[in-house]
């Protein structure tokens, strides 16, 4: 069953709160004939029902993917920002939080974020290292 949750608002409010309807996965895979097709593209679900039979790419490759996680199929084909655009209008809502599974791209975030912290956890002891050296250099003179 959906679900529907608040976001959008700053939590002061200023903002205006936006519902967002959540969507379990097992809910978005039974929506998977050309009947009715959804799909799921980074953490969002998409009714694209009406747009079946206007896809340019074809049917086919829609009905492959439905009521699937369709995020790695849409970029390995590097639609436009023209494409990207039309999804807003066939948007319905968000996948569960619960349901949620990292993606690549944050994968390599984690790698790039702990290589970060690696480099600057080293940077004190270079430090000290440098300066020491330069009092017993100053010393030896
Ligand atoms: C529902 C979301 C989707 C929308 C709104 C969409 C939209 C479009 C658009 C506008 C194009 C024309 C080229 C461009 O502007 O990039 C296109 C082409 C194409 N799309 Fe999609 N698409 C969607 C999902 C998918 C999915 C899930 C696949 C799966 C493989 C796919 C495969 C293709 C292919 C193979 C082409 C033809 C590319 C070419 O001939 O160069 N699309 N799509």
């Known amino acids: 069953m959906a679900s529907t949750g608040a976001s959008g608002s700053d939590g002061k409010g200023q903002g205006v709160a936006k ?7 097992e809910e978005v895979a039974k929506r998977n004939s050309s009947k009715e097709i959804w799909l799921v593209i980074h953490g969002r679900v998409y009714d ?3 747009f079946l039979n ?11 993917q439905a009521g699937a996680d369709a995020s790695e199929s849409f970029e390995d084909v590097g639609h436009s ?3 990207r655009e039309m999804l807003k209008q066939y948007y319905i809502g968000d ?3 619960n349901d949620l599974k990292p993606e690549s791209g944050s994968k390599l975030l984690v790698i790039l974020d ?3 912290h690696r480099r600057c956890s080293l940077r004190l002891p270079i430090s000290l290292l440098y300066f020491g050296k330069q009092v ?6």
């Open 19 to 25: 519902s967002v309807t959540y969507y379990r996965l």
């Open 48 to 50: 694209i029902t009406p």
């Open 54 to 64: 206007e896809h340019p790419g074809g049917e086919e490759v829609l009905l492959e």
């Open 81 to 83: 920002i023209d494409a």
């Open 95 to 97: 996948v569960h939080p």
């Open 114 to 116: 702990f290589t970060h």
């Open 136 to 141: 017993l250099l100053r010393r030896s003179y």
